[in-house]
């Protein structure tokens, strides 16, 4: 559901006369996704009329209006202290609504109120923060510097925290020049100040975020906003001003934004705005709405099980000449390849002529698998063991760290001790662990039982090449499968016991 019914974007002015076209006041509104209109303003009066009774018609008609403006809702923290009592935003817009005034042909006295703020409040501090007018009223502004001043703004930053965002900000002390906004601000806030002090509107209106917590509480019909049309990418259609299109622009966008349920994140706090920050622009310096995000390009997957196998398997067989192996081994090769996305792990791969068969026939007997490491136990596809072969690993046995400390070898080793009594016909796979791999060949060599086929795979670069070597120079007699060197691991010796099993019938 929509935030908003309506989105008032408006482009303001701090022109000293009747001025239309560039550089005047333009406004836009839109209804859900529908641009209703674009105008132009001579006068800051003729706009703020409109104004009044869009705010009226939405009350009535039992709508919501967002209402977005172009200029500053405050100003850096700690000037609110000096100059009100109450040290807030709301106390700050007082004082500014009853300094300014600004008539029906755009004649304001914001230079002399900039000057008087200087005087009353900042005295004693070598000037106050505002400073510049035009060079033709030299001497008419008492207070008013023509120039930056050297003080720097005394105890107060040149900048909000929002505008240290956006490097083409202009200060808010800064009251002539190009691009400046501070006059327009204070023209701003007491047009707005006016419609807040309007009983017709009592408990109707709410300044974000100020007054909203950011979207702790958007409840009130209308919310005024502090909105930076230069956070959008505008393209003015041909003779259209600038400033037209970008009150076209960002109503569509809003409005857009809102009806796909996005607003909302653009009056969201930003998720790294400091508590101490957070608490200075809602007491006192305000915030500007974001731009919506675009959304990200949904990612191109292929998403069917099936059809991931058959372009996996697909593609290894086409990298892959694997003639050169027996048919029945050729099943675990892909699979080999597929656990690891390395066609050269071939080059490495060796096992005995009779490992698949005394594989098979070894799971078709019932025989237990036996693996050094959980993740390996957890990568055997049950479903394909059909004569419901028990998986056993003893590595994390409480009884195994006792062992592991008794001859000095690690618990997966250790594991291989407890499980001794199970390798008469088994089948273990090692997929982790070199010293399990040696311990295994050390407990056959001491008398242990016979496994039926070791899947030797253990990586690392301590121990598991030559672990490996071990069991190939000599397998005591036991059909086998390794990696030579130190590639191995998990997924590799659980695919290869997964092929034995079930071929390429299944899915890993």
Request: proline share 4%; glycine share 8%; charged share 20%.
């Amino acid at each position: 559901m929509a935030l908003f019914d309506r989105y008032l974007i408006v482009d303001w002015s701090a022109a000293n006369a009747p001025k239309t076209g560039k550089d005047s006041i333009w406004m836009a509104l839109s209804e859900g996704c529908d641009l209703k209109w674009v105008r132009n303003f001579a006068t800051r009066f003729e706009a703020m009329a409109l104004v009044h009774e869009l705010i009226e018609d939405t009350i009535a008609s039992g709508k919501r209006l967002f209402a977005g403006f172009d200029f500053a809702f405050g100003y850096p923290a700690g000037f609110a202290g000096r100059v009100t009592r109450a040290s807030n935003w709301d106390a700050v817009w007082a004082l500014i609504a009853e300094l300014i005034t600004d008539d029906e042909n755009n004649q304001s006295n914001t230079f002399a109120s900039a000057g008087y703020l200087n005087l009353s409040y900042f005295a004693g501090l070598n000037g106050g923060p505002f400073w510049g007018h035009p060079h033709q009223h030299a001497g008419r502004y008492p207070g008013l510097e023509p120039t930056k001043p050297k003080h720097a703004f005394g105890t107060l930053r040149e900048f909000r925290h929002a505008e240290r965002l956006h490097k083409s900000a202009k200060s808010l002390w800064q009251m002539a020049g190009a691009g400046v906004v501070a006059a327009q601000s204070m023209l701003g806030i007491k047009h707005l100040q006016t419609l807040r002090a309007d009983p017709a509107f009592a408990d109707k209106i709410d300044v974000w975020p100020f007054e909203t917590g950011f979207t702790d509480d958007l409840s009130k019909p209308i919310i005024f906003a502090e909105i930076y049309p230069s956070l959008f990418e505008v393209v003015p259609d041909e003779g259209e001003v600038k400033d037209a299109a970008q009150v076209r622009v960002v109503a569509k966008v809003f409005s857009a934004a809102d009806a796909d349920g996005q607003f909302e994140n653009c009056l969201r706090c930003p998720d790294d705005l400091a508590a101490d920050v957070r608490a200075e622009v809602l007491h006192e310096e305000g915030w500007i709405v974001a731009a919506p995000r675009p959304a990200k390009a949904a990612l191109q997957y292929i998403k069917d099980p099936s059809e991931i196998y058959r372009k996996s398997f697909e593609t290894i067989e086409s990298e892959v000449d694997l003639s050169l192996f027996p048919s029945d081994i050729r099943d675990v090769a892909v699979r080999l390849i597929h656990a690891c996305g390395m066609v050269d792990i071939l080059k490495d791969f060796t096992f005995s002529d009779d490992a698949v068969a005394a594989g098979r026939a070894a799971l078709a007997n019932g025989a237990p698998i036996i693996c050094d490491v959980e993740m390996v136990r957890h990568g055997i596809i049950g479903r394909h063991l059909t004569a419901n072969n028990k998986v056993l690993c003893a590595v994390g046995d409480e009884a195994t760290r006792t062992l592991s400390n008794e001859i000095k070898n690690t618990r997966s080793a250790a594991a291989m001790d407890l499980l001794a009594h199970e390798f008469d016909g088994a089948i273990i796979v090692i997929g982790n662990a070199p010293t399990a791999l040696f311990r295994l060949l050390e407990l056959i060599d001491a008398g242990a039982a016979k496994p039926a086929l070791i899947i030797g795979m253990p990586v690392g670069f301590v121990g598991a090449a030559e672990s490996k070597d071990a069991l190939i120079a000599d397998s005591r007699g036991v059909a086998y499968m390794a990696v030579r060197g130190r590639r191995g691991g998990s997924a590799m010796a659980a695919a290869t016991l997964n092929a034995i099993a079930a071929g390429l019938k299944g899915g890993l």
